[in-house]
């Protein structure tokens, strides 16, 4: 296995790319969806009231500690989200009192909690791309770690791979075949290169303790006590004290949030978390929002009772500061609109270089042995179908499955989510069966059906239709109608190529002898 | 691993030439010979354990040695932990033969647990 620094990272590139390839479609798909997470949240939850201003902060901290008092007195934690924007909308509560965990969502014009359907909704949604689904929590993080840390070497040894990064950039030669399908794959590597290096690093570095927990333990010692000394030591952790069992009256929380707003700056709370509330040794923490990927992380301790400024994070170490910035640039909560659009074209841009990498794949293996076909290029080819065609079918299906599902089920945020995957394997089944260059067709027809008609379902089924939202304003709601009707679009043109492109594809390959194709393959290799 | 798999001896005018390997075929459905999947299996082994071993014992000798306070430390060389994974898995794949990639994992695994035992003997 003698070959030049190129060669050799050209198969570490096709072979590790192979291996993982529609695992990392997968997380790229339903993690980019996740940019849009609160918008699929909302339009899941079609009950909840339409066109609603978001109200000041104050006036959310204000809503939101009188419901707690209402609803969680013996509470020995209770945490309130106030309203900051695009991630959290409405006033969000948490408490954890002797009957367990609660969280509870609040109309702010009423100060009511919001009533909706049960939906895992976009956060289920976007969940997938880092717990998978059906898995114990360990074993999904050590599979989409060990995918991750291929499609970082992928990425490595394609970057070593290519010859010239700045020509190909600008180099497309459309109808040639497998030579189109290598100009596309190295124009959506290039063109987001630095998002996909970005996103894939700070996804492992999100599980980096449970990855390298041998670095911790090297330097802290064994066990739960010693890494949680490393992560106070890191994290300039808060020390929360137990509680005293004394009884204190509370320092005003509405002040301490304007002291807040003081040093972050106005409305740029994430959170009030509040430890032992009532008691002497209470304890306020604020997180701020995300106002940039940097100020991830960013937090404030009071004592509960004098109110006194305990800690204040943004005194944290550098590397401390490069871990939270990689995690917020990973996130991007920080985002504005164009900015968020532009983090979803680039998820989009990684997940279709994935699909033209694996399409790729086939591409050399069909034309290069004309005679005889690659033993594996069957099954990636339908795998391929069945995934990145499949897997948009099955996410529309789960949308599907949101509005058709009677609201009063029985566990039905499982069954929108089991109606995903039904729907998957299903595509997959389809791909196995039907001639390949008749399922592409076939299947972006699915897809264009299936998203081209879901706001139609919605306008039928709910009172938010495009009808309704539109004329309102509510691009929020719209937004998600409209982008499915864009998909449907994109994937109906889809497949009006797709069908004419295979019908050519088909009669372009010749029926060769075996021992033809053998030395067609050698002589493909050499030149 | 006790012993690294015996490969085939390339000829010899590769070796000065590394540049016109391109000839030696390899992949798209060719059957390689049974050195050249053994040389495989062994660079996959060095690259995927062996790179794991070198990431993580690296990157605590790193936290080991960083002039910073010791959760600082520990911080800074697990974020780094990946980079140095990624390039063992590069190495162990460029390296010239399957037995220079089993030595060079070997060779900076073992360099890092040294600095870890002599640097990190003080830290707990």
């Given at each position: ?25 997968f ?9 849009f ?32 008092a209402?609803a ?19 006033v ?12 509870e ?44 840390m ?14 010239r ?10 109808r ?42 090297a330097t ?66 604020l ?10 992380g ?14 204040h ?17 990973h ?22 270089m994935?699909?033209t ?8 293996r ?6 005889r ?85 919605n ?16 691009w ?16 109906a ?35 | ?7 085939p001896?390339?000829?010899s ?8 390997a ?53 911080m ?34 073992g ?5 870890l ?8």
């Amino acid at each position: 296995m003698k070959q030049s620094l190129r060669q050799s990272m050209a198969s570490l590139h096709t072979w590790a790319g192979l291996l993982v390839g529609w695992v990392l479609f997968f997380m790229f798909l339903t993690g980019t969806l996740g940019y849009f997470d609160t918008e699929i949240d909302r339009w899941m939850r079609p009950e909840l009231p339409v066109g609603q201003l978001q109200p000041s902060q104050r006036t959310g901290i204000e809503i939101g500690l009188e419901r707690l008092a209402a609803a969680a007195p013996d509470a020995t934690q209770w945490t309130l989200y106030p309203p900051s924007g695009r991630d959290v909308y409405h006033v969000s509560l948490y408490w954890v009192d002797d009957a367990g965990e609660h969280s509870e969502t609040l109309d702010h014009d009423t100060g009511r909690p919001l009533e909706a359907r049960a939906t895992g909704g976009g956060q289920a949604l976007y969940q997938l791309h880092y717990l998978l689904r059906y898995l114990p929590y360990g074993a999904a993080t050590w599979i989409v770690g060990f995918c991750s840390m291929l499609m970082l070497t992928v990425i490595v040894s394609g970057v070593i791979t290519h010859k010239r990064i700045f020509r190909d950039f600008f180099t497309f030669r459309p109808r040639k075949g497998r030579r189109s399908w290598l100009d596309l794959h190295s124009l959506f590597s290039v063109l987001a290169l630095p998002f996909h290096l970005m996103i894939t690093y700070s996804g492992l570095v999100f599980f980096v303790f449970t990855y390298m927990a041998f670095v911790v333990s090297a330097t802290y010692g064994d066990g739960p006590e010693a890494s949680s000394r490393f992560f106070d030591d890191a994290f300039r952790n808060p020390a929360v004290p137990e509680a005293a069992g004394v009884p204190a009256p509370m320092a005003s929380l509405t002040e301490l949030a304007a002291r807040a707003d003081a040093l972050w700056g106005e409305g740029q709370i994430r959170s009030i978390d509040v430890r032992h509330p009532g008691d002497a040794n209470a304890r306020v923490i604020l997180t701020r929002s995300h106002v940039d990927p940097v100020s991830n992380g960013g937090r404030i301790v009071f004592d509960g009772v004098s109110g006194a400024l305990l800690e204040h994070t943004d005194r944290r170490s550098g590397p401390t500061a490069v871990n939270d910035a990689l995690l917020g640039l990973h996130e991007g909560l920080f985002a504005t609109p164009v900015l968020r659009w532009l983090y979803f074209a680039a998820g989009l841009i990684g997940t279709a270089m994935i699909a033209t990498g694996l399409v790729l794949w086939t591409a050399k293996r069909r034309t290069a042995n004309a005679g005889r076909a690659h033993v594996g290029l069957a099954p990636v080819e339908r795998l391929n179908v069945g995934t990145i065609i499949g897997l948009p079918v099955a996410i529309a299906a789960y949308f599907w499955a949101n509005r058709l599902l009677p609201v009063t089920l029985e566990g039905r945020a499982d069954l929108e989510m089991n109606a995903l995957f039904v729907v998957w394997l299903l595509m997959l089944a389809h791909a196995a069966v039907r001639p390949v260059h008749r399922a592409w067709a076939e299947q972006a027809l699915f897809a264009s059906a299936a998203f081209g008609l879901l706001p139609v379902v919605n306008a039928l089924t709910t009172d938010i239709g495009l009808a309704a939202t539109v004329p309102a304003g509510d691009w929020m709601l719209a937004g998600v109608d409209l982008t499915a009707l864009a998909c449907g679009a994109g994937f109906a043109a889809a497949a009006r190529r797709l069908r004419r492109l295979r019908a050519g594809d088909r009669a372009r390959v010749p029926a060769a002898p075996e021992p033809a194709g053998r030395r067609l393959r050698e002589a493909s290799q050499r030149s | 691993m006790s012993l690294p798999p015996r490969l085939p001896r390339p000829p010899s005018a590769l070796d000065e030439n590394p540049g016109k390997a391109a000839t030696q075929a390899t992949g798209h459905g060719a059957a390689p010979a049974f050195g050249a999947r053994a040389g495989i299996a062994a660079r996959v082994l060095a690259a995927g354990l062996g790179g794991c071993v070198v990431a993580s014992v690296g990157a605590a000798a790193l936290a080991a040695v960083l002039p910073m306070p010791r959760g600082d430390a520990v911080m800074a060389a697990v974020l780094l932990s990946f980079a140095i994974y990624v390039a063992a898995i590069v190495w162990a794949f460029a390296a010239r033969s399957a037995l220079r990639a089993l030595c060079g994992i070997a060779a900076a695994a073992g360099l890092s647990l040294l600095v870890l035992a002599v640097a990190g003997s003080g830290l707990r």
